[in-house]
């Protein structure tokens, strides 16, 4: 089994910052990727940001210069910090991994529950 857990949701106010942290464990035998989407409600779920095992990184244009992805790849986890967040980041935030399992090594993708952000104005 799987399981990743996220934190760092909560509430913000225009122009401050939140970090959200995605942390993997269970039968992984190595990532691939990791990435954050949001849904807003009444919206479809859209990518924020996208990490590979190797660092390179893909925003979407809303985000691109307010929005850092890392992660940590002995932890296997993926974090997301906002900054001089907006009222139109307010919604879900999923983590995403994508990964080989233990013990087939089959590539699988699993979800987290999400974690709510909502910012203020």
């Known amino acids: 089994q799987v399981q990743l857990v996220e934190s760092g949701g909560g509430w913000g106010q225009s122009g401050g910052s939140l970090r959200l942290s995605c942390a993997a464990s269970?039968?992984?035998?190595?990532?691939?990727?990791m990435a954050w989407y949001r849904q807003a409600p009444g919206k479809q779920r859209e990518l924020v940001a996208h990490?590979?095992?190797?660092?390179?990184?893909n925003y979407t244009d809303s985000v691109k210069g307010r929005c850092t992805i890392s992660r940590d790849k002995a932890k296997i986890t993926v974090y997301l910090q906002m900054n001089s967040l907006k009222p139109e980041d307010t919604a879900v935030y999923y983590c995403?991994?994508?990964?080989?399992?233990?013990?087939?090594?089959?590539?699988?993708?699993?979800w987290g529950q999400g974690t709510q952000v909502t910012v203020s104005s």
């Open positions: 269970g039968r992984i035998f190595s990532f691939n990727a």
């Open positions: 995403k991994l994508d990964f080989r399992s233990l013990p087939t090594r089959n590539r699988l993708v699993y």
């Open positions: 990490i590979t095992s190797a660092g390179s990184t």
